[in-house]
């Protein structure tokens, strides 16, 4: 039986013929590498934040808990599967939904796509994405997907996202909450970044009925008058929980939350029918300050307590990484911005790449500590 971790083989007996890696191994030089071909803008508007403070605690705080291997338990036969709303994957790993990727490599998100279908990891793609959602559901074909809403002002403009989403073949919205505006973010600001203002990421808007029902002249003519309505659009701090009914409406989707890390919020997102909720801080983009992520995870996965899956997002490197957010309370976990630097050094082989080396990490470890399936960890697996 073939497993994940069969690529650390794959690597070695490619060393018996004079090949190395084509990207570096280790998480850190691999964000090196990207950033020495990556203009400093398009660099800093990924790996950079609100601050250092949350960026870096998402990190540490890892490192806190650790695993407590068990010996002389069979893990000849491994399987990483996980069930979410009745489709079964093959591993726990999803990839995070990143905006505007374009300013990393031309094909974007379309390479994404296809490093993802080709490993079978679901992709969820970004409200800001730099092809539409269209493109990129053709782009998979049959692949799993789903769709990240940055919940826009206007009602019709969410519904007509989510809508298209489900035509699309989408099988889950994951609604991010902690973007009710854009944080202070000093690396964005001392570039004067923002892709968005010429008129990147937004192809889903400019392909959106509605949107351009709206616009003064269409986007092809003339780009600003879609970016001033994007601006108009885009946030919406006066949302509340019983706002979540009307999408609820709109869709026949499962609905996921993203952004939660306090247990009182996740009882108010059962109390308001959510579907799953996905522990994040938004990689440190938002809370300078913020709670770690993966500080945050048990307390939410308490409160919840088996009733919807928990996703968790932020922090997310290597294999321990996975297996810990497990044993706290994850069924699965989101990969951000590592299968980007795959992306910004080799496309969409750089992008498989990541995805391979990250689960054949998640078999190994999982094996080492002693584990066979990835259902079967908990919180027995780390040290009391």
């Not at 093959?90 to 974007?108: D, F």
């Not at 379309?110 to 800001?128: D, F, G, H, Q, Y």
């Not at 990421?201 to 400019?206: C, F, P, V």
Request: one cysteine or more; glycine letters at 8%.
């Amino acid at each position: 039986m073939a497993h994940y971790g069969d690529h650390q083989l794959q690597i070695y007996q490619a060393g018996l013929k004079g090949a190395r890696p084509r990207l570096p191994m280790r998480m850190e030089d691999l964000e090196e590498a990207a950033h020495a071909v990556l203009s400093k803008e398009s660099y800093w508007y990924v790996a950079g934040g609100a601050g250092e403070i949350t960026m870096d605690a998402n990190r540490t705080a890892f490192d806190k808990y650790r695993i407590h291997p068990r010996m002389l338990t069979d893990v000849s036969e491994r399987d990483l599967s996980v069930t979410l709303f009745d489709r079964t994957l093959p591993s726990p790993l999803l990839l995070a939904p990143i905006g505007v990727q374009s300013i990393i490599r031309p094909e974007a998100e379309l390479a994404v796509a296809k490093a993802a279908a080709a490993t079978n990891v679901p992709m969820i793609l970004s409200t800001v994405s730099a092809h539409n959602m269209e493109r990129v559901a053709e782009t998979m074909g049959d692949a799993p997907r789903w769709f990240q809403l940055y919940w826009p002002r206007s009602p019709e403009l969410a519904a007509s996202f989510v809508q298209r989403a489900e035509q699309a073949g989408y099988e889950a919205v994951v609604v991010t909450l902690d973007t009710k505006m854009m944080a202070w973010r000093a690396r964005d600001l001392q570039n004067a970044f923002l892709p968005f203002l010429n008129g990147q990421g937004l192809s889903n808007y400019t392909s959106d009925p509605w949107f351009r029902s709206t616009l003064e002249c269409p986007p092809e003519e003339d780009i600003r008058p879609s970016v001033k309505r994007w601006s108009e659009e885009f946030a919406a701090p006066f949302k509340t929980w019983k706002d979540l009914a009307a999408l609820r409406e709109a869709t026949n989707l499962p609905i996921l939350v993203k952004g939660v890390l306090h247990p009182e919020d996740a009882r108010l997102a059962l109390e308001h029918g959510v579907d799953g909720i996905v522990v994040s801080n938004h990689g440190g983009r938002q809370v300078d300050g913020s709670i770690a992520a993966i500080d945050a995870l048990p307390g939410v996965a308490t409160m919840v307590n088996g009733r919807v899956p928990v996703l968790f997002d932020s922090g997310i490197r290597t294999g321990s990484d996975v297996l810990k957010a497990k044993a706290l309370g994850a069924d699965a976990v989101l990969l951000g911005r590592p299968y980007i630097w795959g992306l910004a050094l080799d496309g969409e082989d750089g992008v498989r790449e990541v995805i391979k080396r990250v689960l054949a990490d998640v078999d190994l470890t999982m094996a080492l500590a002693g584990k066979a399936r990835f259902a079967e960890v908990d919180g027995s697996l780390l040290v009391d």
